[in-house]
């Protein structure tokens, strides 16, 4: 298994520019999540999804859009791109909904916004 | 609303040490507590998941226990060696929103050959 899957891995935006961060993963995990990490702080939830076709907000979901038209895939749509959005973005995932929901965690986009 | 911490924000040690992070969260309604590690530019790497019913997990030379009515977790890490210098992130699952996980700001650890 390759676990979970970002690209790219690096990206430059200007201001106002869009662009999709991809997201995949093969362990047929039915609940997916992005985070972002700004310098020393802890990751905080964007969106997340509990299996195809159903997305919900996080914590931190103004300036992004998902969609979950499968299992294995998780995009984060960035519209209008602004500086704050520079940091690093992790996609995870995890199994089931009554067992530990161990996150499994792709290696992250470091998105800068200029 | 729930708050993680973690002391100290960062942490020098001579190899072959033991050593303890600490978690603290404000709420103990949660279902499970987890602890990564996070290498410099990389993703987070699960180290230990422990239940809320459950007091310690072991892996190799690391012990997590949870004390949830404190709020408290820490992470023991014997015999330390330079390859375990990394950042050390707890995270807490909430009951009251199961998808959510609430991320202390983790502590980095250099290990001194």
């Known amino acids: 298994n390759a676990g979970v899957t970002q690209t790219p891995k690096f990206r430059i935006l200007k201001i106002g520019q869009s662009m999709t961060l991809q997201c995949t993963q093969d362990m047929n995990h039915n609940y997916m999540y992005w985070y972002r990490q700004d310098p020393g702080m802890g990751l905080k939830l964007i969106y997340y999804?509990?299996?195809?076709?159903?997305?919900d907000k996080g914590e931190v979901p103004n300036g992004y859009n998902v969609s979950r038209s499968t299992t294995e895939d998780f995009p984060l749509r960035l519209e209008l791109a602004a500086p704050s959005q520079t940091s690093v973005y992790f996609c995870?995932?995890?199994?089931?909904?009554?067992?530990?929901?161990?996150?499994?965690f792709g290696p992250g986009t470091r998105l800068t916004v200029t | 609303k729930q708050e993680v911490t973690q002391i100290p924000a960062a942490l020098s040690v001579p190899e072959g040490e033991n050593l303890v992070l600490n978690c603290s969260f404000t709420d103990s309604a949660i279902y499970n507590l987890q602890w990564f590690r996070q290498d410099p530019g990389k993703g987070l790497t699960s180290l230990l998941l422990i239940q809320s019913s459950q007091r310690e997990q072991t892996s190799g030379r690391l012990n997590a226990s949870l004390d949830k009515s404190s709020g408290r977790s820490t992470l023991y890490i014997a015999a330390s060696q330079p390859g375990d210098s990394a950042t050390y992130l707890c995270?807490?699952?909430?009951?009251?929103?199961?998808?959510?996980?609430?991320f202390g700001p983790g502590t980095r650890l250099s290990v001194l050959p």
């Open positions: 995870a995932s995890s199994y089931s909904d009554r067992g530990p929901h161990e996150q499994y």
């Open positions: 999804s509990v299996g195809a076709g159903i997305t």
């Open positions: 995270a807490v699952r909430l009951i009251r929103n199961g998808q959510n996980f609430v």
